[in-house]
């Protein structure tokens, strides 16, 4: 193998890498915001009701 295709699957390792680094990323974000919105949406009928 030479240094060049050693190369090339590195940073083709390495993009993979950060593609899903990002997806995981984006989608622990994604949960999050949903669990937070759930989390508030329920705080705030609780609230809500002992006015």
């Known amino acids: 193998m030479t ?9 083709t390792r390495a993009a993979a890498a ?3 680094g990002a997806a995981a990323t984006a989608f ?3 949960r999050l915001d949903s669990i937070l919105a759930s989390a508030f949406s329920s705080l705030a009928w609780t609230a809500f009701s002992f006015l």
Not at 3 to 11: I, K
């Open 28 to 30: 622990v974000l994604w």
């Open 3 to 11: 240094s060049h295709a050693r190369a090339r699957r590195n940073t």
């Open 18 to 20: 950060i593609v899903l």
